[in-house]
């Protein structure tokens, strides 16, 4: 399956951020790391 249908089937929106403009991508990156704060505690305690 690809990547793009998995998300439809799944009522992702998959959003592609433009290149060469890092910052365009903060939320995702502030999102990712409050999944990886959130697993780490539920893992380590």
């Given at each position: 399956?690809?990547?793009d249908?998995?998300?439809?089937?799944?009522?992702?929106?998959?959003?592609?951020?433009k290149?060469?403009h890092?910052?365009?991508?903060?939320?995702?990156?502030?999102?990712?790391?409050?999944?990886k704060?959130?697993?780490?505690?539920?893992?380590?305690?």
């Open positions: 399956m690809r990547f249908m998995i998300c439809e089937a799944n009522d992702i929106e998959h959003r592609l951020t290149p060469n890092p910052w365009t991508n903060g939320r995702v990156e502030r999102m990712n790391c409050t999944i704060d959130a697993t780490v505690k539920r893992i380590h305690y």
